[in-house]
T-cell receptor
Framework: ELKVEQNPLFLSMQEGKNYTIYCNYS?????LYWYRQDPGKSLESLFV???NGAVKQEGRLMASLDTKARLSTLHITAAVHDLSATYFC???????????WGAGTKLIIKP | EAQVTQNPRYLITVTGKKLTVTCSQN?????MSWYRQDPGLGLRQIYY???????DKGDVPEGYKVSRKEKRNFPLILESPSPNQTSLYFC?????????????FGAGTRLSVL
């Protein structure tokens, strides 16, 4: 059974700092997705990672996938308050969008 | 405007009273899915559909039904709701699941079963 673990589950940091959220999963998969959810809102797709070594960047966020280590990272560079949200990773078990989700990382960035 | 529309946004009901949450997308997407979100558990997939008349169970299908008679609509049916189905529900769609196209989410339906 595929399990997806994110850590940390909660992160409070200062603006301007760098940090990394980790997403580990338990069985082989080469498809991983990152989403953002603002409080009381829906989910927004951030990154789609479809192969080993995939790296995607958007603004201050960069996501990568290492399928051999079964690990994806979401790196935040020089954090700003607007990035405060909950971030989820989700792993596709069979390349058919049957997704297993991590519990989410609640990120608070203080001015 | 491209969107996934869920209705209702909020619903309070009683145990055993059948209900339907509608989901409609205007992007001609093949793939649609229903999730429930509970605190500390992330999202869990209930059912998904790869195309019209093709549906399959996700991780937590018990107590739910779906249908996909037309491409744009994917209603979620609770035949006999129970309190453990109190949750926040999201519908999502994607152009093509096989290619890993991004998923678009509806605004969510907050359901309380008393």
């Amino acid at each position: 059974e595929l399990k997806v673990e994110q850590n940390p589950l909660f992160l409070s940091m200062q603006e301007g700092k760098n940090y990394t959220i980790y997403c580990n999963y338990s069985t082989t998969s080469d498809r991983l997705y990152w989403y953002r959810q603002d409080p009381g809102k829906s989910l927004e797709s951030l990154f789609v990672l479809l192969s080993n070594g995939a790296v995607k960047q958007e603004g201050r966020l960069m996501a990568s996938l290492d399928t051999k280590a079964r690990l994806s990272t979401l790196h935040i560079t020089a954090a700003v308050h607007d990035l405060s949200a909950t971030y989820f990773c989700a792993v596709d078990q069979d390349s058919n969008y049957q997704l297993i989700w991590g519990a989410g990382t609640k990120l608070i960035i203080k001015p | 405007e491209a969107q996934v529309t869920q209705n209702p946004r909020y619903l309070i009901t009683v145990t055993g009273k059948k209900l339907t949450v509608t989901c409609s997308q205007n992007m001609n997407h093949e793939y649609m899915s229903w999730y429930r979100q509970d605190p500390g558990l992330g999202l869990r997939q209930i059912y998904y559909s790869m195309n019209v008349e093709v549906t399959d169970k996700g991780d937590v299908p018990e107590g739910y039904k779906v249908s996909r008679k037309e491409k744009r609509n994917f209603p979620l049916i609770l035949e006999s709701p129970s309190p453990n189905q109190t949750s926040l529900y999201f519908c999502a769609s994607s152009l093509n699941a096989a290619f890993g196209d991004i998923q678009y989410f509806g605004a969510g339906t907050r359901l309380s079963v008393l």
